[in-house]
């Protein structure tokens, strides 16, 4: 007896997921050349995909911490401490990357562009404020923003709270993670046609004609950037584990970071992270409560922006900047990071407050923010890959590194 031939559509479904995605990144790239109407038409489903993935990541990360630490024993081992020292040094050090690349390669810019209207914090003390403040907010509000600090904050308090409940309580906790958790999976089964809508639209509206003026520019940034993703953030890892970090990094460029390129919002990415967090077989008290973390205060890109806009309108403007205030630029620039939204293009804002550091005014500071929304369809779209791949990276080589048990690659 024959068996029928699998339709082309059942062989589709039968490639992984990193291969579906590539597929749709082709076709997207193809409609965009052939037909910008089409393309423009197909935007829909890129947005539907980051809207899905916006809508389900508070809830994911309330009932997954909640759960976590309600059904967490005394004795079982969480690496959180490690973690939060590698996005600490991680970051730091990607700041310092940034101003020798800006050392090295020194750029001009063209300092025209209309100041783009916004609310820039007026300092550090600004940026720890809101983040204080994010802390205690409604939890419903924090919900609705997606405000993960406040999220994390109610759900870390709610698992403490419930630690003490009844049996049947805590199973049930788990029973709604799960179903979270299986909804999750679905949203990111549509990730390639997702992609599809998104690289299809953003390629139609923006192309690439309008970076040419801004290459140098563009070069410096994303190169600091692949720096501290192959070589910085590799050695780090290497430091955890004492293994050839290079799979680990590859495997969570290739499936976190391809859709953090291009969601380019953090906080959407955080369901995708959570989903290969579990495939790698990571220590679920810990990335649970790591990943949503590193969403927002792992932001090694955001200070790679940061730092090197900054040091290119210092160069324009011809202020000299010394050693000792290039150091105090990763310091602000880091912290600054640690305050990014993580939405897209959420560390430009920050730029005025870095500037601020060398006596710019406000309007030339805005202006440089202008130039950073023009070549935001790169740059945004690098620093969202390497700050989610980045949290995955650093979360399992701790979680390799302490329980000593391989990881599932």
Not at 138 to 165: S, T
Not at 264 to 289: F, Q, W
Not at 316 to 324: F, K, N, R, S, Y
Request: one cysteine or more; hydrophobic letters at 55%.
């Amino acid at each position: 007896m024959s068996t029928a031939e699998p339709t082309l559509f059942q062989r589709l479904a039968r490639l992984s997921l990193v291969a579906q995605i590539a597929i749709g990144l082709v076709l997207g790239i193809a409609l965009a050349l052939v037909s910008p109407a089409g393309a423009q038409a197909v935007s829909m489903l890129g947005d539907i995909f980051i809207s899905a993935l916006k809508a389900v990541a508070p809830v994911l990360v309330l009932v997954l911490v909640i759960a976590s630490i309600a059904n967490h024993r005394q004795g079982q081992p969480t690496y959180l401490k490690p973690v939060l020292m590698l996005y600490l040094i991680g970051t730091l050090g990607a700041a310092a990357i940034a101003v020798i690349a800006s050392f090295a390669f020194p750029t001009t810019l063209v300092l025209n562009t209309p100041p783009i209207e916004g609310a820039p914090p007026g300092g550090i003390l600004g940026v720890l404020k809101n983040l204080l403040l994010s802390v205690v907010t409604n939890p419903v509000k924090a919900l609705q923003e997606a405000n993960f600090i406040g999220v994390l904050a109610w759900a870390v308090a709610l698992g403490i709270a419930l630690r003490h409940a009844a049996p049947g309580t805590r199973t049930m906790l788990n029973d709604v993670s799960d179903a979270i958790s299986a909804i999750v999976r679905l949203v990111i089964r549509f990730a390639p046609l997702g992609i599809f809508g998104l690289v299809a639209s953003t390629l139609a509206e923006s192309g690439f004609g309008v970076l040419l003026d801004y290459g140098r520019l563009l070069l410096v940034i994303v190169g600091s950037m692949l720096f501290v993703a192959l070589v910085f953030n590799p050695l780090l890892a290497y430091w955890k584990m004492r293994r050839n970090p290079y799979p680990l990094v590859f495997t969570c460029l290739r499936e976190s970071g391809v859709t953090a390129f291009f969601t380019r919002s953090s906080a959407a990415n955080i369901p995708v992270n959570m989903e290969l967090c579990k495939r790698l077989g990571l220590h679920e008290d810990t990335y649970s409560i790591a990943i949503p973390l590193g969403a927002t205060i792992n932001m090694a890109g955001a200070a790679v922006t940061i730092t090197v806009m900054t040091l290119a309108a210092t160069h324009t403007l011809g202020i000299h900047v010394d050693l000792p205030t290039a150091l105090l630029l990763c310091i602000v620039a880091s912290l600054a990071a640690c305050g990014v939204s993580g939405v897209a293009g959420g560390s430009l804002l920050l730029i005025p407050m870095a500037c601020a550091l060398f006596g710019m005014d406000t309007d030339v500071a805005m202006q440089v923010v202008g130039i950073g929304f023009i070549i935001s369809v790169v740059q945004d779209s690098v620093e969202t890959a390497l700050n989610s791949s980045t949290d995955i990276v650093f979360t399992a080589a701790v979680c390799a590194a302490e329980s000593g048990e391989p990881l599932k690659l």
